[in-house]
Structures are given as structure tokens and as C-alpha cells.
């Protein structure tokens, strides 16, 4: 079983810059692939960034060149940086860990709102 918890949320101006952290306790954070989505009000939730095990990163079109997903393997914790946001990423961002070893096993946070006004 992995808990996962996000921080980092908040409320910026258009160009600004936050840092959302995924802590994970319990599991072998190492064998897990690390996902970051989003869901703004009234749209499906989508995939924002990913990074595996290995470390490893992936991005949405949408973000690539302004986010930056990192972790920290001594402090079970997935970073993701967002530089230069824009109102429409304005979404609560959700973290999720998916198994390398089982297939179908993930785990998700309770999410954190992020609002970037214009």
C-alpha cells in the first residue's frame, strides 16, 4: 500500500512559477513510475508529466519546456516545476504511482489545486 500526498498548490499571476511536491510513504517508491495530471473544471483529467523509475521524463505538448519533473529518491518525493503558467493550466494536479513489478497497481493523491490568474 502507498500514500501519496501533494503539496505545493496555490494561487499565482499569469507568468509565475510553483513547485508541486508528491511524497510517498509506504511501497518501494524506487519500482514505481510517478504520473502527474490535472483536471480543470468541467474537463477530463490529463496527463501533465511522468517519470519512471529510472528517471526517465515525459511531457504533455501542452507543457513541455515550462514544467520539469524531478525526484528525489532519498525523500520518496516527485517534484514538479512549473515555470511560466498560464491561466489555462489552472486544473487541481494529482499525482499518481504505478507499479513496475504489478501491473494495475496505482495509487493516487487527493490532489492540489493550482490557479493562475491573467
Known amino acids: 500500500q502507498v500514500e501519496l500526498a501533494e503539496a505545493g498548490g496555490g494561487s499565482v499571476q499569469a507568468g509565475g512559477s510553483l513547485r508541486l511536491s508528491c511524497a510517498a510513504l509506504g511501497g518501494i517508491f524506487s519500482t514505481y513510475v510517478i504520473d502527474w495530471y490535472r483536471q480543470a473544471p468541467g474537463k477530463q483529467r490529463e496527463s501533465v508529466a511522468s517519470?519512471?523509475?529510472?528517471?526517465?521524463?515525459s511531457y504533455a505538448d501542452s507543457v513541455t519546456g515550462r514544467f520539469a519533473i524531478s525526484r528525489d529518491h532519498t525523500k520518496n518525493t516527485v517534484y514538479l516545476q512549473m515555470n511560466r503558467l498560464k491561466p489555462e493550466d489552472t486544473a487541481v494536479y494529482y499525482c499518481s504511482a504505478r507499479s513496475v513489478r504489478n501491473l494495475g497497481e496505482t495509487y493516487w493523491g487527493q490532489g492540489t489545486q493550482v490557479t493562475v490568474s491573467s
Open positions: 517519470i519512471t523509475d529510472g528517471g526517465g521524463a
